[in-house]
DNA sequence: CCCCGACCACCATACGGTCGGTAGGTGTCG
DNA sequence: CGACACCTACCGACCGTATGGTGGTCGGGG
């Protein structure tokens, strides 16, 4: 290849004690490679972009992964573990089915605002892996989406939702919204993910509710 | 490059008759690069792989484009050209704020489904662009983010939302959620996209008016 | 003294892009 | 009416470069 290594000079043996033990660099690693997938995409993100980011050798990577694939997969599988056990606590916990609809979107946004790369990388990238890796993350159910749809469903048997709410297009309709979030919210932006969480929470449930169950949540629901 | 012709066989001259005149093979091209970005994402979509699907070499492409870019730049201009003409059409249309905001809408996911493949590719490579060009589509204004902000805002002027509804994260709310569409719609799914926009339409306008507001055109729209 | 963590040289491949050519149709002029 | 020029649409060989991936090597800390 003749060019393996990084743009300018540094014909000098590396700088010494730069070595770390396997753990660390390991979860350097991901992050790393998170944030260049997040900037060039997977495709367009070279593992010479990596290795140098990391200050080491291409080459060097494959001590710690098996293909570039792998390390996507690595990735996106960290990311979704963490949204999806953020979402389905909240989803689990006390109250009635709007109450925790609520707080399940709230969390949701919350989460997809402060871990904006891995958010843009997962949404983005899932698609990059080839279709069996993707459903060994994603479980064969579609999780996520079938978290709001049964949050939506459950409410409607409560008489909560109005009769000619689908809860299947609603789930996708609030998924949609919230997972656009990470398109848009910028932290130095007008308003804080709390805001941006209870604006979505607030629409989804008005969205979805009858006048009467919206009427009876008034005390704790502002407005 | 040794290998820049198809994969197999084929050594016998390219089957008579198939020049076409120019304009017929602009379309073809265009009509063929999208479904490409489509399947493989414009990284990964080669213009071999175009121009195998157009019965060409890679290097007659270039008779019809300058770059590869040019390319993606043309298929997307044309797909955001048609649908913001869809959507402001709408939204200019009689009818008081509300009504409007629905018909957008629906107009917008109707749209989207019948035009599911440039409306992925859209969404998907818009970023694939460099900024220049991205913003030479787009308009500095964002101008699709600004039908829906701009409609929700006209509303509240008129009392006719909530009070604590952001016309700016409302308007991104609605964009996610039909945007998000394109993700999951499948023709033979179990709805139409006049189903899907109706339910989309009713729940944003359900999510930001007031109780009054819906009240009031409770003869036109259902429960 | 061993083996961890990294170096370095090297493939094969595939890509975007360039360029000189050429077959066939069309117009033109004697 | 025929021959000659010219344009359109495409061919096919080629270039430079970057990429993912491999394998052999080696210093130094436990």
Redesign the pocket.
């Known amino acids: 290849?003749?060019?393996?290594?990084r743009p300018a000079g540094r014909s000098e043996?590396?700088a010494?004690g730069?070595?770390?033990?396997?753990e660390e660099?390991w979860a350097q690693l991901l992050e790393v490679a998170t944030q260049m997938f997040y900037e060039k995409g997977y495709d367009g993100?070279?593992?010479?972009?990596i290795a140098d980011r990391l200050?080491?050798?291409?080459?060097?990577l494959?001590?710690y992964i098996q293909?570039?694939?792998d390390l996507l997969f690595e990735v996106i599988s960290e990311v979704h573990r963490e949204g999806f056990a953020v979402v389905s606590s909240a989803a689990g916990g006390p109250g009635d089915p709007l109450d925790r609809l609520e707080r399940t979107i709230r969390a949701h946004v919350e989460h997809a605002c402060r871990n904006l790369v891995p958010t843009a990388v997962f949404l983005h990238e899932l698609e990059s892996l080839p279709t069996a890796r993707r459903e060994e993350i994603l479980g064969s159910g579609h999780a996520y989406q079938g978290v709001f749809r049964d949050l939506v469903a459950e409410a409607q048997r409560a008489g909560l939702t109005r009769a000619d709410v689908d809860p299947r297009v609603a789930g996708l309709s609030i998924l949609g919204s919230t997972n656009w979030v990470y398109r848009w919210f910028r932290a130095d932006g007008p308003s804080t993910p709390e805001e941006i969480g209870a604006q979505l929470a607030a629409m989804a449930v008005h969205g979805v509710a009858t006048a009467d169950a919206l009427a009876a949540r008034g005390a704790t629901v502002g407005a």
């Open positions: 290849m003749a060019q393996d290594r043996r590396r010494a730069e070595r770390k033990p396997r660099r993100a070279s593992l010479q972009d200050g080491m050798l291409k080459g060097s494959y001590y293909s570039k694939e």
